[in-house]
């Protein structure tokens, strides 16, 4: 039986999907939750980390990560120029809480540099992570970032990152590099029915 196991670092979340001890890792959190993420990951024999998209609050662990438990990084090629600059995808916010969180975020990504991971998987639309024991697929999820990406798990559990967020409750994700393409992703994720979403930030919700 596959579990997903929430670990709130702060105001992100990451997650550990896992069959018994065999597991990959949804996002990796900022570098101030490092050790809480490191001591759930012990727990498991992590085969692979997924990176939703590279904002540092989602992987800024993912290199060191993926050296302690010699596991690949994956995520969609057409997001790795974030790695260089973020400025390169520029963010936009919608409403109240989009404004405030933009403005948190704008100056925390101005200042932090994520470490480029060396054992890199490209994934896309389809791509099967059986290989790394997982019944999941990966989903794309554009819009937040171009290259968003989410995980589809048994048809059952859906890891959005920030495509979706549930700051006060569950609404199209309000930091966006695209409106008309996380509008159509968020009907993407409509469209597949009855799944318990797990959100980037806020609580997971089931619909």
Not at 111 to 139: C, F, H, M, W
């Amino acid at each position: 039986m596959i579990t997903v196991k929430r670990i709130k670092g702060g105001t992100d979340n990451c997650y550990i999907v896992a069959e018994g001890k065999t597991a990959i890792l949804v996002d990796t959190s900022s570098k101030a939750a490092r050790d809480m993420v490191i001591e759930e990951c012990d727990k498991y024999q992590i085969k692979l980390i997924v990176l939703t998209h590279p904002h540092f609050d989602h992987a800024e662990n993912a290199a060191e990560l993926s050296r302690r438990y010699s596991c690949p990084v994956a995520f969609s090629k057409v997001d790795e120029e974030l790695f260089d600059d973020y400025t390169k995808q520029p963010l936009k916010s919608y409403g109240l809480v989009g404004k405030v969180v933009l403005g948190l975020s704008l100056s925390a990504l101005k200042n932090t540099k994520v470490e480029r991971p060396q054992n890199i998987v490209y994934v896309k639309e389809g791509d099967s992570l059986a290989e790394y024991g997982i019944n999941a697929k990966i989903i794309e999820l554009p819009g937040h970032t171009k290259g968003s990406i989410g995980v589809d798990v048994e048809e059952s559990h859906l890891l959005v990152g920030d495509a979706l967020d549930n700051w006060i409750k569950p609404a199209i994700g309000h930091l966006y590099c695209d409106i008309d393409a996380i509008k159509k992703t968020q009907k993407k994720i409509k469209a597949l029915g009855k799944r318990t979403i797990y959100f980037g930030h806020g609580n997971p919700v089931t619909r």
